[in-house]
Nanobody
Framework: QVHLVESGGGLVQAGSSLRLSCAAS????????MCWFRQAPGKEREFVAAITCSGSSTDYADSVKGRFTISRDNAKDTVYLQMNSLKPEDAAVYYC???????????????????WGQGTQVTVSS
């Protein structure tokens, strides 16, 4: 089992920055690929970013590429999502997830990830 707890969400103005954190406990964090998904009201959960267990490879949705950065600190069992230049359309509940996956083929598929956090709300005012 892996227990994931997100934090760092909040209400910000468009153009601002936020850093989300996801703290993990339980099964070996450093061997899991990690990701962030988000879900806005009335919309399906969508992929945001993913990172390999070592942190050597990352992937981003086109909508956040160049603005968001995913990173991890395996010594702290934590993954981060630095979000810059936030837009109103970035508003959503953000979820982190962990999985032991084939990163190349499965990183964008939510079904690939076995463990999920409870989510943290990000609200962006225009």
């Amino acid at each position: 089992q892996v227990h994931l707890v997100e934090s760092g969400g909040g209400l910000v103005q468009a153009g601002s920055s936020l850093r989300l954190s996801c703290a993990a406990s339980g099964r070996t964090f450093s061997s899991a690929a990690m990701c962030w998904f988000r879900q806005a009201p009335g919309k399906e959960r969508e992929f945001v970013a993913a990172i390999t267990c070592s942190g050597s490879s990352t992937d981003y949705a086109d909508s956040v590429k160049g603005r968001f950065t995913i990173s991890r600190d395996n010594a702290k069992d934590t993954v981060y999502l630095q979000m810059n230049s936030l837009k109103p359309e970035d508003a959503a509940v953000y979820y982190c997830a962990a999985g032991w996956i084939g990163f190349a083929s499965s990183r964008r598929n939510s079904r690939s990830y076995a463990f999920w956090g409870q989510g943290t709300q990000v609200t962006v005012s225009s």
